[in-house]
């Protein structure tokens, strides 16, 4: 019977058949449980109203064996799938109409139709009423624009939605270079009001000081300074104890004075 059912004609094969058989239905449970994943999105209340309401009426009729329960999975994600490439289509639309509206400025966002976001088409949308409620008002409709392509075009920014991130980043490594001068002014020796280019002659100036030192030499001096002063601090500490006295500068006169007095 078990033969029958796998159609083994050998024996010898069932092992294998069997092994083989156990293999697909473990990766058949894997499978489901991504597919059931999948459908819990697809029918979650995030998802569009139409497609919610057909999953919910799949759901109220389930099927006992399982088989139909992710009949619907594939044409829904097609069904996305086509919406999604319909943003290309509605970016393009959006541009031209946006281009007859104002002035063309350069928008690097509409050069990146394999990347459409709904937020940048919001924000197109946004910007032309904007423009539109200006030019009704009599205000300068287009300055903010230039501003932010102009922005866009020095700072090297692909999208509007980039701009903002982007100013942070220069204002953050404006305060590091801020606290840097100010660093090396007081360093220095500088005023707080010597400009960048002062601040990095000085520092030229402090690197062919320190190139054009025999750093060798002064090492070796730093040694046998380390060497020596030890035993002549000593020497001195043994003078004032047999002088009898408390300065140094008193030891001259007061040897001077003993000298005399032995010529005596």
């Known amino acids: 019977d078990v033969c029958r059912a796998l159609e083994v004609q050998n024996l010898e094969n069932l092992l294998p058949v069997v092994s083989s058989t156990s293999r697909k239905a473990k990766t058949c449970v894997k499978l489901q449980e991504i597919l059931t994943d999948i459908r819990a999105v697809l029918c979650g209340p995030r998802a569009p109203p139409l497609l919610y309401k057909m999953s919910s009426r799949l759901q109220e009729h389930p099927d006992p064996a399982g088989e139909t329960d ?17 943003l290309k289509t509605l970016q393009k639309s959006l541009m031209k109409l946006s281009q007859k509206l104002r002035p063309p400025l350069e928008d690097r966002t509409s050069s990146a139709l394999d990347s459409v976001r709904v937020e940048d088409l919001l924000l197109l949308v946004d910007t032309m009423l904007e423009d539109s409620e200006s030019q009704g008002s009599g205000a300068a409709p287009h300055v903010l624009q230039a501003q932010v392509s102009h922005f866009q075009q020095l700072f090297d920014v692909e999208s509007v939605r980039g701009v903002i991130p982007r100013m942070n980043q220069i204002y953050s490594k404006l305060g590091e270079m801020s606290n840097a001068m100010k660093s090396l002014r007081h360093r220095l020796g500088l005023g707080d009001g010597v400009s960048a280019g002062s601040v990095v002659m000085a520092v030229e100036q402090l690197q062919q000081i320190v190139a054009s030192l025999d750093m060798d030499s002064i090492v070796t001096k730093m040694q046998e300074h380390e060497d020596f002063f030890p035993a002549f601090e000593e020497l001195i500490k043994e003078l004032l104890q047999v002088l009898e006295i408390g300065l140094l500068q008193e030891i001259l006169p007061e040897v001077k004075r003993l000298k005399a007095l032995a010529t005596r």
């Open 70 to 86: 992710f009949l619907h999975l594939l044409p829904t994600v097609e069904m996305w799938a086509g919406q999604l490439l319909a």
